[in-house]
């Protein structure tokens, strides 16, 4: 009783209200409320082998399946989440959302078998500036969900890359294609990982973390993000 009471005090002055749209969420509602998780953009990707996601990787590396749980959009709501999470300190939303997608992840036969959960690293320079790599916490909450292990050691960032924004494809490519390296090379051989970052626009930092992962015997990639940016 006194628990609850503490409770409704600290909430009555500082008011839990949802990430998205601002306002005060009730008792039972997490991160968001019901009304914008409902409203949200789904993209419903990871049901459909053959989604625009999947597309974008078509003859320049081979993923087993890919996937985003929504539509980026300039101005949106999830706009407004991916910012509130990359450059404002609200890791919650990651392992929030992150749980949310696991849970369509472990009803699809395309992400079938996945043995762990891999998000694209951060330079330490830039860990350390940020404090916190928003793609580990993303991979956090599908891992919990899926039920399966987070690792966040084989794959490392050995080069700081330059900023994406306004760069060409071709550009974007050179800028990430040999930044990653695997620090275990048996560890996930002959197995079936998930590599998540939080959103994919060309996909190019995707790409060149795939193709490191590919280096292992064996391995199958699938590729998962909070959002994406379709054409």
């Not at 789904?42 to 625009?52: A, I, R, S």
């Not at 101005?75 to 929030?96: A, D, F, N, P």
């Not at 993303?138 to 760069?167: C, F, N, P, W, Y």
């Amino acid at each position: 009783m006194l628990k609850q009471l503490a409770g409704d005090l600290i909430s009555l002055f500082y008011p839990r209200v949802c990430l998205s749209c601002g306002n005060v969420l009730f008792k039972n509602e997490n991160v968001l409320c019901f009304s914008c998780l409902h409203k949200l953009p789904k993209t419903g990707f990871h049901l459909q082998g053959e989604n625009p996601v999947a597309r974008q990787f078509w003859g320049k590396i081979y993923f087993a399946s890919a996937a985003s749980l929504y539509y980026f959009t300039k101005g949106s709501k999830v706009q407004h989440l991916v910012h509130q999470l990359k450059y404002k300190g609200y890791k919650e939303i990651g392992e929030y959302l992150g749980r949310i997608y696991g849970r369509d992840l472990r009803q699809s036969p395309l992400f079938d078998g996945i043995s762990a959960v891999i998000p694209v690293p951060l330079h330490p320079r830039k860990l350390a500036l940020r404090g916190y790599n928003q793609a580990e916490w993303v991979a956090l909450g599908l891992a919990a969900s899926m039920q399966v292990e987070l690792d966040i050691t084989t794959l490392v960032r050995i080069h700081a890359s330059e900023t994406q924004t306004r760069k060409s494809r071709f550009r974007r490519w050179e800028n990430v294609k040999e930044i990653f390296r695997i620090t275990d090379t048996n560890r996930h051989a002959g197995k079936h990982v998930l590599l998540v970052d939080d959103v994919i626009t060309t996909g190019s930092t995707l790409e060149a973390a795939g193709h490191s992962l590919l280096t292992i015997p064996g391995i199958k990639v699938s590729v998962a993000s909070i959002a994406c940016a379709v054409k």
